[in-house]
């Protein structure tokens, strides 16, 4: 049984990535206080990475998020896991069995283990749970987790190949 085979890379970068954030979830439940909105100094009751790097600050600190991306749709929680889960379900249909383009088998896979992810996490905790917040000259970023920039980078990947992928010249009639 040979475990490498270009075939099997896309289910490795997902697994990966699956594993890599449920661990980052795992220990920021477990080991960090949850984010409070009166913690207005650096590292925000996390952990301080880097402060005022080019009037950047970084920290790793537990957030929860109940609703989509930025919390939006929190009020709407078993429809948006309905939504999540019927989304994912269609784009591992569509990544197995209709997607001819070998170039997105990377992208779709990490919008797959990071939806995933954050579905698992609904099943866990009963929220997202995020960890990564960055405040950008003085503007407070979103806190965000892996699977949401795994969802990030792989739409991007996706409109990046699809500016490059070689359009077929159609056939001229004569």
Do not use: C
């Amino acid at each position: 049984m040979v475990l490498y085979n270009k075939r099997f890379v896309p289910l490795y970068v997902g697994l990966f990535v699956f594993l890599i954030d449920f661990a980052s979830k795992y220990y920021t439940n477990e080991y960090l206080h949850v984010m409070r909105h009166f913690w207005s100094w650096y590292p925000y009751g996390g952990i301080g990475v880097f402060k005022d790097f080019m009037g950047i600050e970084f920290s790793i600190s537990h957030q929860i998020n109940h609703g989509a991306a930025w919390g939006m749709l929190a009020d709407y929680q078993i429809p948006l896991l309905y939504l999540r889960i019927g989304l994912i379900i269609s784009l591992v249909v569509y990544a197995i069995f209709i997607n001819k383009n070998s170039t997105w088998n990377i992208p779709l896979t990490l919008i797959i283990a990071g939806a995933t992810g954050n579905v698992i996490d609904y099943f866990i905790y009963g929220h997202v749970v995020d960890m990564f917040h960055f405040v950008f000259w003085g503007y407070d970023f979103p806190v965000f987790n892996i699977a949401d920039s795994s969802i990030f980078i792989g739409i991007f990947l996706l409109i990046i190949f699809s500016f490059f992928q070689k359009q077929p010249t159609p056939k001229r009639a004569r």
